[in-house]
């Protein structure tokens, strides 16, 4: 084995270690509630990657720091609420995911084909939505990774080619619009020229 691939080997295993420690509680030393959904998770994996974590875990600053508990808020459905600052459940789901195994892990592209020439709008298709409100939690918590991830995303989606007989779920892109409008803050910009683009495109 030579010194390269004795050193990716490693690496490899300590990637694995720290993924297989998402699926034990056993050292969990703080808790995340978000949309009803609960994680226990390790101050020491988030910590290290997130300013935003490190700051709310110090227990002579925040109460969460001293109880270990951090409670997130959702959205509201209200359309003309400020939901900047909030949290989708299932982008939280994917940005510990992705804390854990450094990976990007989403639903599969909800592309559908048409049926009957009409478009299909199953109420599960939320791909550009969660790649948006991915985006949104991303640059909350400061992970200009998982930011570049979401964005390029949700940026192949929304400004690629129409694809003959395949249409993205109308009620998708609605709400990837309001997602990229309401839960990111109003200088980031990176979502917005794509949304319009598609906007146009599909409407």
Known sequence: MTIQSAQQA???KRTK???SMRENEEHA??????????YRVHKNILCAQSEWF???????????????????HTPSSDPAEDNIGLDDPEAIRIMI???????????????RP?????????????????HASVF???????LPGLRDLAA????????????????????DIAQAIRTAHSMVPPDVKDLRKATSSRRRACF
């Open 10 to 12: 490693g690496a490899l």
């Open 17 to 19: 270690a720290i993924s």
């Open 29 to 38: 030393d703080l808790t995340i509630e978000c949309g009803g959904r609960t």
């Open 54 to 72: 490190r700051a709310a875990c110090r227990k002579d600053t925040f109460k969460e720091g001293r109880q270990s508990t951090i409670v997130l």
């Open 97 to 111: 995911s992705y804390l854990y195994d450094d990976e990007y892990k989403t639903l599969p592209t909800l592309i």
């Open 114 to 130: 048409k049926e009957g020439g009409k478009r299909v709008t199953p109420e599960d298709d939320r791909t550009l939505s969660t």
């Open 136 to 142: 949104a939690a991303a640059v909350k918590y400061g």
């Open 152 to 171: 390029a995303c949700y940026v192949e989606i929304a400004s690629g080619p129409h694809i003959k007989n395949q249409v993205i779920a109308i009620s």
